[in-house]
Nanobody, 126 residues
Framework: QVQLVESGGGLVQAGGSLRLSCLVS????????MGWFRQASGNERKFVAT????????IYGDSVKGRFTISRDNAENTVYLQMNSLKPEDTGVYYC???????????????????WGQGTQVTVSS
């Protein structure tokens, strides 16, 4: 059974930083694409970042490029999202997700991801 558990969210002032963690169980992060999405209140879930199964390719949403970094610790089977220079518009629930199959191609759509964590709230005050 694949389980993803996010942590690290909280309240931060604009310009501050947070690091989100996603602990994965039931599979190895080195075998599957991992991603982060966020959902602001009343809005649809939107792509933030992804890291390939090899760990060599990362892709970011336009709004977070240059500010957020996705990474992983293979030994800990954990994926991270380092968020710097946070803005109020970064506020939302952040979800970690992974695909069903090792060869699932990259997609911005959340429908490409099979397994999801419960989410962690990030609030950026102005």
């Amino acid at each position: 059974q694949v389980q993803l558990v996010e942590s690290g969210g909280g309240l931060v002032q604009a310009g501050g930083s947070l690091r989100l963690s996603c602990l994965v169980s039931g599979r190895t992060v080195t075998n599957y694409r991992m991603g982060w999405f966020r959902q602001a209140s009343g809005n649809e879930r939107k792509f933030v970042a992804t890291i390939s199964s090899s760990g060599t390719t990362t892709i970011y949403g336009d709004s977070v490029k240059g500010r957020f970094t996705i990474s992983r610790d293979n030994a800990e089977n954990t994926v991270y999202l380092q968020m710097n220079s946070l803005k109020p518009e970064d506020t939302g629930v952040y979800y970690c997700a992974t695909v069903a199959d090792w060869n699932t191609p990259f997609s911005y759509s959340p429908t490409a991801y099979r397994y999801w964590g419960q989410g962690t709230q990030v609030t950026v005050s102005s």
